[in-house]
């Protein structure tokens, strides 16, 4: 019997998963899998549908390049299933799943969500009843969700306050440079970037 969206939303991809290859887990597992919240008792959850994987030892694009341990950066460094949430720009949260064994820092940025619970609540947070607007970038499903560096960076999601329910079936997919990071040099043209084929749930084309 096929699982409703409600009982998906109940389970959590193993933590073993998390130190998969990150490419290999960003692409098989994470796209189509749910990110949830459950902030001041609501549920909050959207569909992952773009992210970028970040690579701690090589990729100059990445907050740990080269593997370098900070206060930081620190949370990247833990072994994968955690949240690393930064703050940037003195206005946006940017959620991110470490996804590496211990001592190493491979994180994916979660880029945008496809709405699928909680939706009234998001649309309170964001002051904004666009459904199309509410999660289609990663400051803004932060908000949505009620995610913050403050609150949440380092969490484990496998528990009950952020976590990530698995996906119920593999999803084609685009592979793209990613965004924002001219600044990488050799890697800003990485196609680490990757985007459900066909949704209308993206930050950008």
Not at 12 to 32: H, Q, S, T, V, W
Not at 195 to 201: A, P, V
Request: with cysteine; charged share 25%; aromatic share 10%.
């Amino acid at each position: 019997m096929n699982k409703t969206l409600p009982d998906i939303l109940q389970c959590r991809i193993p933590p073993e998963n998390y130190c998969r290859d990150p490419f290999a887990f960003a692409k098989e597992e994470l796209l189509g899998a749910y990110l949830c919240s459950n902030i001041g008792g609501i549920l909050t959850a959207g569909k992952i549908t773009e992210l970028e994987v970040y690579i701690g030892s090589c990729d100059k694009a990445c907050h740990a390049y080269p593997n370098k341990l900070t206060k930081r950066t620190a949370t990247m460094f833990r072994k994968g299933g955690c949240a690393y949430v930064f703050f940037v720009y003195g206005m946006y949260n940017q959620f991110n799943v470490v996804v590496s064994p211990e001592g190493e820092a491979n994180a994916i940025l979660i880029r945008s969500l496809e709405p699928v619970a909680g939706i009234e609540e998001m649309k309170k947070r964001r002051k904004n009843d666009d459904l199309h607007n509410l999660t289609t970038g990663p400051g803004k499903l932060c908000q949505a969700l009620g995610i913050t560096a403050k609150d949440h960076d380092g969490t484990d999601l496998s528990g009950r306050l952020l976590w990530l329910a698995p996906n119920d079936k593999k999803y084609e997919f685009e592979a793209t440079a990613r965004i924002g990071i001219d600044y990488a040099k050799d890697y800003k043209d990485k196609p680490w970037r990757f985007y459900i084929k066909g949704s209308s749930f993206i930050s950008r084309k």
